[in-house]
Structure formats: C-alpha cells, structure tokens
C-alpha cells in the first residue's frame, strides 16, 4: 500500500471486523477515519455483477468533478477490465479478500495520472454481496487534477490480500509489484507484463495480474 487512505482504512477495518471475515455496516465510525474521510467510499450492489456508490468522499467527487452518489462504480472501468474487475469484486465479497487495485485515469483534456484504490468486504443485513468500503487516492497529483474530469480508467496491477491466512505478514502489503508501465492507448489494452512478488509469478487475467497475499 503507498497512500495513507488505503492503510489507515485497511488496519481500521482489520480491528472492526474482529475475529469475523468483515465487519457489520453499522459498526463503522466515521469519526475514526476523519483523516481519511474524503477519500473513502462504500458500494451497494444494482445487481450480482454491477455496484453503484452509495457514499463518496468529498475528495472523490472533487476528483471526478461530479457527485459520485448513486453513479456507477462498475460504468468507470475499461470495457476491457470489466471481467477481471468482476472478478476481483467476487473475491472482496464472496471470499472476503481484500483487493488493492492501481489504475490509470483518463481525463477529458488527454491527460492520465494513477491512482490506487482499496476494497474491503462489509457486511450488510447478515451478508457481504451487498456492500463493500473503499478507499481511492491519486499516487501524484498534477495541476489539472480537480478542473478535469476522470472520464475512463484501466487497471494497471491487481492484488488480493488474505488478512487470516496463516502465512500472512503486515510488512507483505508494502511490497513492491514489479511490472513494466502502462500507456493509454484508446480501445486497446495495457502491453502484457510479467508480474513477480517474492519471486513467484503472479496469477493472470488477460493482460492484468492478480498477485494473492498469501494463500494459493
């Protein structure tokens, strides 16, 4: 994890949820995230494959220069990531993984910037299809960040986390993916990479790579 948000929120809900794969919805406390506050979301579902924002962060819509409320999250990405994003979102709310995704913002002037975003299983009503947290912040944030609206975005790396496998270690979501960079190329996706933690290949889906933290 590179951004304050996506750690603070990470090790807030590993508190919440316990001995629990996820913590309850109605346990969440804004006021202990306040610092990370802007930046955090929660999804609801439309339907088994499609999310919509239920709650967004003021720096969030400032990003996507709109209200975020009720949108389409699963709409922003990249026809071309759409599988792999669903299937990602079945591995945060059916296996409760925790997902760290890095991806590329296509804004409406031309210009791209990367961001990272974290998704987190939450329980809802007795289950976890219905909802999940989030962060997103920007990695660098360039002068029209904010004027501009994020209009597209493509996945750039993908990592499930398992907070409860044995083999786990905190100092694992530090480490670094090596992979190569990605160019927006309008209608076609990122050139395939290799992608390596601790030396292992990762697991593939298409041109993107899903690196588990622990368990195989």
């Not at 969030?60 to 979102?89: I, N, P, Q």
């Not at 960040?145 to 409860?164: E, F, H, K, M, Y």
Request: charged share 25%; aromatic share 8%; hydrophobic share 40%.
């Amino acid at each position: 994890m590179q951004k304050k948000s996506s750690k603070v929120l990470f090790d807030y809900w590993n508190e919440l949820r316990g001995s629990r794969s996820a913590p309850d919805r109605r346990n969440l406390d804004p006021t202990r995230i306040r610092e990370v506050l802007a930046n955090t979301f929660i999804l609801e579902a439309e339907d088994e494959t499609a999310y919509r924002f239920r709650l967004a962060g003021s720096h969030l819509c400032a990003t996507y220069c709109r209200e975020l409320k009720s949108r389409s999250f699963t709409g922003l990405w990249h026809a071309k990531d759409v599988e792999a994003m669903e299937t990602l979102v079945r591995a945060v709310t059916e296996d409760h993984a925790v997902a760290l995704i890095t991806f590329q913002g296509h804004a409406d002037n031309g210009s791209t910037t990367s961001f990272e975003m974290i998704l987190l299983p939450l329980r809802h009503n007795g289950n976890t299809t219905a909802r999940m947290l989030g962060a997103l912040t920007a990695l660098d944030t360039p002068y029209w960040l904010g004027s501009s609206p994020i209009l597209g975005q493509r996945v750039t790396g993908l990592r499930l986390i398992w907070p409860d496998d044995p083999e786990y270690r905190p100092a694992n979501i530090d480490t670094e993916v090596e992979r190569g960079d990605v160019a927006w190329v309008e209608g076609a996706g990122p050139t395939p990479v290799p992608a390596r933690v601790f030396g292992n290949e990762a697991r593939r889906y298409a041109h993107l790579a899903v690196i588990d933290g622990g368990r195989s």
